[in-house]
């Protein structure tokens, strides 16, 4: 994936780094607080929402289980439109495609449309190797590039920086890749957006290539479609001669009727908009109009990985709206970066250990990152059951590691099961408790813990145990209940 | 074996004894009744922050101009009718014929298009691209946007609107849905208009069957 995440340690080490930063935290806080109130308001204005959640959850099934016919139809209609169609088994693929595909025009620089496929791929460090510069040109993806930075959120990459920091971003980078800010520049959001307008619209005017991936893709006509806010994509979609797209295979969807679904769900989940600024569709090439050379490159990379678990397939009708993000109480206070990809939150913890496997340190922890709370579950417009994915998630982690010699873990709860399988074992180890509790005295918490049991004691704070037990209390109270 | 018929092997493997699963019971294109579907659609693209007026046809060329006082330059696409920009005093219009650059568009003040739906629940305009609309790049470069919408031309909801899209998308034609002027959250999740889009959308709504009721 991304090589701006390559080696991430585990998720609970990044967050404890990240849970230290409490700028961040006060601007997630306040950023994740407004976008779920504009969401609840824009959700209860429909009488309907969980009849459209449940349809957008059906069509995705639908599409899902018939992921075959579907892209073989998809195939036809864009080659019938006038695109060129490539298949990209896994990233390295897709970026020897699209690198190739950009050489073969001879432009040494691509606009960007925001595109989590094209961040999954790490595109962008793939054409820089390749001496081509790739402009990201949605506001917050320019944060992000600009600031050296990494993405921290589905919608809203650049989340984790307030309006001061952006300025500071500005005002050192802008001018050594272009137009700089003008001078005098605030921290007022318009006159930031302002900057970046300039900053961009010659990159726009001048482009003669353009990247993006795609919200949808039509099997009936070969359609695809780009939901955005700012008209950036509309910019990359129509000005260049030259358009390449890289579109995930669970993208599709059957027929252009579907889209009164998901045009319904994905604003109000993603913006907490009734709709978003600007959509545009476009369907191969149209003479006259827009790029007159157009490509289609699908995508796999892990997805049909994800497609062969009978549980775990659901997470690809995810529509990376981020409102699993939002409403998370785990994302809320680490921030996106914990959890080593270009999707983090909820959807991530479940996407990227079926996308990539769950052989990395980071990959195996990311299903313990929540508290199995259920809030993203209940937000997500194609019904994800989200919590249900992370349980199913950690037993196949566990699974994995059976065999060979057992962690401390593993031998605790062997213990432990040892121990609560007869009653008298298991008083006799309250009584062990009750002394070790007098013996921590007052302290009504036990802090870190000596040796292998620190990974245990780091992670929580644990109630010292009582003076007395329940069962203990009872005899001496109601006498011996046998 | 070729990527493409490897991943379609390693689709039908990972679906192998799955069930294959129907497309939903659903009946598309249902209509959402408004009791005033034109005062629904005013009050939601007010809300974006665009600029909306009710016009009589008679009253359109008089709105346009009223609108673009301050224009120099104006671009319009080859089939408007050519009497809405008959009024424009002292301004320039140019009608497109396909060849002006990205360049060349950027040093227009403003256009003026027609509008193929509109949706009355999310306050969307959705261009087909039609002669009256013309190519994408006219709408989008410019940095005011003055858009003719008919009453006739409103639908309830997005169900209703993709019926009377299809026929431009089955011919090839591409479409742009516009909701207010161009916008961002990006900076603190706060919206923030004007980026790279039209950072002025001027909708003028226009009365087909019934007269204007008095001011």
């Known amino acids: ?482 | 074996m070729s990527t493409r018929d490897d991943m379609l092997t390693r689709i039908a493997a990972a679906l192998e004894g799955a069930d294959r699963i129907p497309p939903p019971q659903r009946e598309y294109g249902a209509t959402t009744p408004l009791p005033d579907i034109a005062a629904t659609f005013v009050e939601r693209v007010e809300d974006y922050r665009a600029v909306v007026e009710r016009v009589n046809p008679e009253g359109i060329t008089a709105a346009v101009a009223a609108t673009l006082t301050r224009a120099t330059r104006v671009v319009v696409p080859p089939g408007l009718p050519r009497e809405w920009v008959a009024a424009l005093d002292g301004a320039e219009v140019v009608a497109d014929d396909g060849d002006l650059s990205p360049d060349e568009l950027d040093h227009f003040d403003a256009v003026v298009t027609a509008a193929a739906v509109g949706i009355a629940v999310t306050g969307t305009i959705v261009l087909d691209h039609g002669p009256d609309q013309g190519r994408r790049a006219l709408s989008l470069v410019p940095d005011v946007h003055v858009c003719v919408v008919r009453e006739s031309q409103l639908v309830g909801d997005v169900p209703e609107s993709i019926a009377p899209l299809r026929h431009a998308v089955d011919a090839g034609r591409p479409l742009t849905w516009i909701s207010g002027p161009s916008a961002t959250s990006d900076i603190e999740l706060e919206r923030v208009e004007g980026v790279h889009g039209p950072r002025t959308l001027h909708v003028l709504l226009v009365s087909t069957d019934h007269p204007l009721p008095p001011a």
């Not at chain 1, 307030?162 to 800010?181: D, H, K, S, W, Y």
Request: charged residues 25%; glycine residues 8%.
């Open chain 1, 1 to 482: 994936m991304s090589g701006t995440f390559i080696g991430m340690p585990k998720f609970q080490t990044a967050a404890k780094e990240a849970l230290g930063n409490s700028q961040q935290r006060r601007n997630l806080q306040h950023a994740t607080g407004t976008i779920r109130r504009k969401r609840a308001g824009v959700v209860d204005e429909l009488n309907n929402w969980d009849e459209l959640r449940q349809a957008g959850a059906a069509i995705k099934d639908n599409v899902l289980s018939h992921l075959d016919t579907y892209l073989v139809q998809l195939e036809e209609s864009l080659t019938q439109a006038g695109a060129t169609v490539h298949w990209a088994a896994d990233a390295e693929e897709a970026n020897r495609i699209v690198t190739s595909l950009v050489r073969a025009t001879g432009a040494e620089e691509v606009v960007k449309v925001k595109s989590m496929a094209t961040q999954e791929i790490g595109l962008n460090e793939a054409l820089e190797v390749a001496g081509i510069n790739a402009w990201e040109t949605d506001l917050a993806e320019l944060i992000v590039q600009l600031g050296h930075d990494k993405p921290s959120h589905i919608l809203v990459p650049a989340i984790h920086r307030n309006r001061a920091e952006i300025r500071e971003i500005f005002l050192r980078e802008m001018g050594q890749v272009g137009t700089p800010p003008p001078t005098g520049l605030t921290s007022n959001p318009r006159e930031l957006a302002e900057a970046a307008r300039v900053h961009l619209r010659e990159k726009f005017l001048r482009a003669k290539v353009a990247i993006s991936g795609a919200n949808f893709a039509i099997a009936e006509t070969g359609t695809l479609v780009v939901v955005e806010s700012e008209g950036n994509g509309r910019m990359c979609l129509t000005l260049p001669e030259t358009l390449i797209s890289v579109v995930g295979i669970e993208k599709v969807l059957p027929t252009l009727e579907d889209l009164e679904v998901f045009m319904q769900l994905l604003p109000r989940s993603s913006t907490g908009e009734r709709m978003n600024p600007y959509t545009s569709t476009w369907t191969g090439i149209t003479p006259g109009d827009g790029p007159q050379d157009v490509h289609v490159v699908l995508l796999d990379n892990g997805r049909t990985d994800a497609l062969a678990d009978q549980v775990g397939r659901q997470a690809l009708r995810c529509i990376r709206c981020s409102a699993c993000l939002n409403v998370c109480p785990v994302y809320q206070r680490v921030g996106g970066h914990a959890y080593g990809s270009v999707y983090p939150g909820p959807i991530g913890a479940i996407l990227n250990p079926q996308l990539r496997g769950t052989t990395s340190d980071v990959d195996q922890s990311l299903p313990y990152a929540s508290s199995l709370c259920g809030a993203c579950g209940d937000v997500c417009p194609v019904n994800i059951e989200i919590p249900e994915l992370l349980v199913h998630l950690r037993t196949r982690v566990v699974d994995e590691h059976r065999g060979g010699i057992p962690s401390g873990e593993q031998i605790a709860m062997k213990g432990a099961a040892w121990m609560f399988s007869d009653h008298r074992r298991w008083e006799k180890a309250q009584k062990g408790a009750e002394l070790s509790g007098r013996a921590l005295g007052k302290k009504d918490t036990i802090g870190r813990l000596p040796g292998p049991l620190s990974a245990w004691s780091d992670a929580r704070d644990a109630p010292t145990p009582p003076a007395e037990s329940f069962r203990s209390w009872w005899k001496r109270e109601k006498g011996d209940p046998r």
